[in-house]
């Protein structure tokens, strides 16, 4: 690692160019056939039929995003809302990366880095989420050796904002006043 004054500045330098071109080579834009192949199928598969919760389980979520992103019909339910509000990203967002999480395959993996970097975190990118200029540099980072931590900070600033933001205001709407009734 390049820390210290004793670290030779050449050593820093080939380190750097290294990271620079296997970002490179992450980042860039399919141009063969082979780079379509994408690990996900074309349509999303159906979830499993959830369950409608009791009233008492819903009431339960309005102090706890995490328990409701947990239960298939919760999140079902907010994305539902979120769509209404066109700020569905976030939640798809969380639920690619906690796919990416489970993740085994080093292969799978960085083709699914990929498809979460070009669809949510590039500037511009199609369902670009909302991260700071730091954040976005650390996941960056990070996607140069992807692993299953690779997305945990931009993921928990997503949920932070979603904390913050959308579960208030999914609990004020109907779709979350048809649950607890």
Known sequence: MCKGLAALPHTCLERAKEIKTKLGTLLQK???TIDFIIPYPEKPEKPPK????????????RDSLEKLLQNP?????????????FSEEN?????????????KSPV????????????????????EVNIDHFTKAVTMKNLVEPSPTSFDMAQKRIFALME???LPRFVRSEFYHELIK
């Open 50 to 61: 959830a369950q409608k919760p009791s009233p008492e389980e819903a009431l339960q979520w």
């Open 91 to 103: 939640a798809e967002f969380w639920v690619a990366c906690e796919d990416y999480k489970k993740t």
């Open 30 to 32: 399919p141009d063969s």
């Open 73 to 85: 019909y919760g999140l079902a339910s907010f994305r539902s809302f979120l769509r209404s509000e």
């Open 164 to 166: 913050k933001d959308s």
């Open 108 to 127: 799978k993996m960085a083709e699914k880095a990929k498809k979460i970097y070009e669809e949510f975190i590039q500037t511009e990118a199609p369902k």
